[in-house]
């Protein structure tokens, strides 16, 4: 967590910073690349004796299955959370992607849940269900809801999620409408 001394923050300068990590996501991602070998392995040692379109379809199958598996779980093997003066980012994975950047503006709250688990939003990932709202989801346990002002939540699996909603709700105090 990186703080910066009261009235010393600039539009861009990151308050909070916090990750989550799944490392079961790694063994999947072998799963892909294993599968990737093996689509490799039939187009370079198969005898061909069975006809070209059935090794063509098992080579590009495995490849497919290989490739959507190796970049489905490494986009999820972590997310991160940072937070500045003006706005919160989720991103995911090693490229960033996807990414989400939501302005304060947008958020009429944020909660602490100490209980977040993949089976109740339909497992890892990026996930959508229209009676809980949207997620991103890469491990179990602790996470932060945002409420936000279009009656939506966002949540986000991410350690240290108490703080997080500390600093959030922080930001929020001084742009909250009917506050005075």
């Known amino acids: 967590m990186r703080d910066h ?10 308050i909070w910073t916090g990750r989550a990590t799944n490392r079961f996501q790694w063994i999947l991602a072998l799963v892909g690349a294993g599968c990737m070998a093996l689509g490799v392995e039939l187009a ?3 005898a061909w004796t069975s006809g070209v379109l059935p090794l063509v379809m098992s ?9 959507l598996v190796l970049f489905g779980t490494l986009a999820f093997v972590h997310v991160a959370l940072e937070v500045d003066a003006e706005s919160l980012e989720v991103r995911c994975g ?15 709250g944020a909660d602490f849940v100490p209980h977040v688990t993949p089976r ?4 890892w990932g990026y996930r959508w269900r229209p009676d809980k709202g949207t ?13 936000l002002w279009d009656g939506h939540t ?13 600093v959030i709700q922080d930001r929020l105090r001084p742009s909250t409408p009917g506050r005075v």
Request: proline letters at 6%.
């Open 59 to 67: 080579v590009v199958g495995c490849i497919a299955a290989g490739l």
């Open 5 to 14: 001394p009261r009235g010393e923050t600039t539009p861009n300068s990151v």
């Open 120 to 123: 109740h939003w339909g497992g």
């Open 44 to 46: 370079v040692d198969s």
């Open 94 to 108: 090693h490229i960033g992607l996807p990414r989400r950047r939501i302005p304060l503006t947008h958020v009429a």
């Open 135 to 147: 997620a991103v989801v890469v491990r179990r346990g602790e996470g932060v809801v945002l409420r």
């Open 154 to 166: 966002f949540t986000i699996t991410v350690d240290n999620a108490e703080s997080a909603v500390q």
